[in-house]
């Protein structure tokens, strides 16, 4: 039998897999619960309703994207690597995020800052030292690298989804090479 922690997981799972796929709108909340093996109710005794449910889910995955890799100063552009490959390794969160937008649901309070304070600082620590252009605004250029690092991901066309690893390597290699050419220290 499964205890009420457990069971809050199998339905945040099971919400995360329906979410990704039909977004807020279009997610049942009969799905969840059949895929969770639970009721509606105990659904409803844990999260209240959907939209409450989409919202855990989407700020748990955010999170969990947004901190599985940290910044360097002195490896800013691999960075932008790292972020190309947990996207490809996790397109589910980018769906969710994505969602949430279509949606019109901010994810975070409104006194939270775009970006958190720590990359902030990697990029300040990076400029000091001298492995990054001083000229940047750190908040912004991270912002700018994440669009690098998830542009194949948001390319519409058939073939930005390609498994070949020889692509996959190559796209990678191109948003590492961007962002150090981006980063690099002006000689001027």
Do not use: C
């Amino acid at each position: 039998m499964r205890n009420g922690e457990e069971l809050r997981g199998e339905i945040l799972t099971a919400a995360r897999e329906e979410f990704a796929r039909y977004g807020l709108a279009g997610a049942r909340i009969d799905r969840v619960a059949k895929n969770a093996r639970a009721s509606k109710e105990r659904l409803y005794a844990h999260f209240g309703d959907k939209e409450t449910l989409f919202r855990e889910v989407v700020t748990a995955d955010a999170a969990r994207f947004f901190t599985a890799v940290l910044p360097r100063p002195d490896a800013l552009a691999e960075f932008v690597g790292e972020i190309y490959d947990l996207a490809r390794a996790n397109p589910e969160h980018l769906r969710m995020v994505t969602w949430a937008r279509l949606e019109g649901l901010s994810l975070l309070p409104p006194d939270t800052p775009a970006v958190p304070p720590p990359a902030i600082d990697v990029v300040a620590t990076g400029q000091r030292s001298g492995h990054i252009d001083a000229g940047w605004d750190p908040e912004e250029l991270i912002v700018m690298l994440f669009g690098l690092a998830l542009s194949w991901a948001g390319w519409p066309h058939p073939a930005a989804g390609a498994d070949d690893a020889a692509v996959v390597a190559g796209r990678r290699a191109a948003a590492v090479e961007a962002a150090a050419r981006i980063i690099a220290p002006s000689r001027r």
